[in-house]
């Protein structure tokens, strides 16, 4: 298997170990995230892919950025990130898209 193929139960007991190190229960989890108890625990028994617009409210509610989660899964699982934002992006218009991409350039002057 690719190492920077992530699982869906890898990814689900991550999110479950950045919660309990955060001493954040299941259903406060959910409820500063927006979400309901059972799509929590669907995502951290690797029964449910979130989306990376799901990650982002979860790792909010922990107050974690997205590279800090991914970043504690290893090296290895940059390409998930990468792969995340890449769906995102693609998800978006157009306009939003040459948008984003004029934001970013500006973000690296």
Do not use: Y
Not at 24 to 43: F, M, P
Not at 90 to 109: P, V, Y
Request: aromatic share 2%.
């Amino acid at each position: 298997m690719d190492k920077d193929i992530l699982t869906n139960a890898q990814l689900g007991q991550h999110l479950k170990k950045c919660r309990k190190q955060k001493n954040i229960s299941g259903n406060s989890l959910a409820k500063k995230a927006g979400l309901s108890q059972s799509t929590i625990s669907a995502i951290e028994h690797g029964h449910k892919s979130p989306t990376i617009q799901t990650l982002d409210k979860l790792c909010g509610a922990m107050d974690l950025s997205l590279e800090d989660f991914f970043a504690g899964l290893g090296q290895t699982n940059r390409g998930v990130l990468h792969r995340a934002l890449l769906e995102t992006t693609e998800a978006l218009s157009a306009e939003a898209r040459t948008k984003l991409i004029e934001f970013l350039q500006e973000l690296q002057k």
